[in-house]
Structure formats: C-alpha cells, structure tokens
C-alpha cells in the first residue's frame, strides 16, 4: 500500500481526508477528518522518522544505517522538526483565535469548547 501525499500535486495546498474504509469489510465512513501531525511530513521524512525511532533516536546509529554523515542527519532531523514545529505553531494560533472570539463574544465557551475537541480528535 501506498504512503498518502497530504500536498495537492497541483497548487501544493493541503490534501484533506474525506473518507475512511474499511479493509476487512468494506465500511465506509465519509465527512471531513483531520490529519496528525506526522502526516503533514513527506513519505521520506516519514520513513526517516520511523528509522530513527527504531533506533532509539540514535543520530549516530541512523548515520551508519542511511550512509551518510552525522551533520546530514542531522540536518534532515532538523528540517523535519521545522515542519513540524510549523504545524504546532499554526494549531496555537487556531486556539488563541478561539479565545479571542470568546473574549468579543463572537463564540460562546461551548461553541469553543466543540471547536478546539474537534481539532484535539483530529491530531490524534
């Protein structure tokens, strides 16, 4: 099976998941789902991340097993902390701009309280 791009091959904007299937027996659950974090990483620096867990985070060890250099690796642990870090940033923006409408009255604290569940369910 293959690893889903979460990028438009078009325009390169974010890919959203409108249904989920079942592969035992064909179920199929449609409406809008959030992606993790993870997904938001290319396929390379997905395989990259599972390498370097198994591992155990070892830069050195994942330096040996790629064959290349320990600044390489750690630089391409770098960009991916950036990418990810970029994710963290844009959900606590999310949130501050739901406590700013609570503050002007434009939500009341259930509708955020719905709206920031909605977005912790989709991040896990």
């Not at 960009?79 to 009255?105: F, M, N, P, S, Y």
Request: a negative charge.
């Amino acid at each position: 099976m293959r690893i889903a791009n979460t990028r438009c091959p078009y325009c390169f904007g974010r890919m959203q998941v409108s249904s989920l299937a079942c592969e035992r027996c064909g179920t199929e659950v449609r409406g809008e789902f959030a992606l993790g974090s993870l997904l938001s990483l290319t396929a390379e620096q997905q395989s990259f991340v599972v390498r370097f867990v198994t591992a155990s985070g070892s830069l050195k060890e994942m330096a040996e097993v790629l064959g290349v250099s320990y600044p390489t690796v750690r630089a391409r642990l770098d960009r991916i902390i950036e990418v990810l870090r970029t994710e963290q940033t844009a959900g606590e923006a999310r949130r501050g701009a739901i406590l700013d409408a609570i503050e002007e009255k434009r939500l009341t604290p259930q509708e955020a309280t719905d709206l920031m569940s909605e977005r912790d369910e989709g991040a896990q």
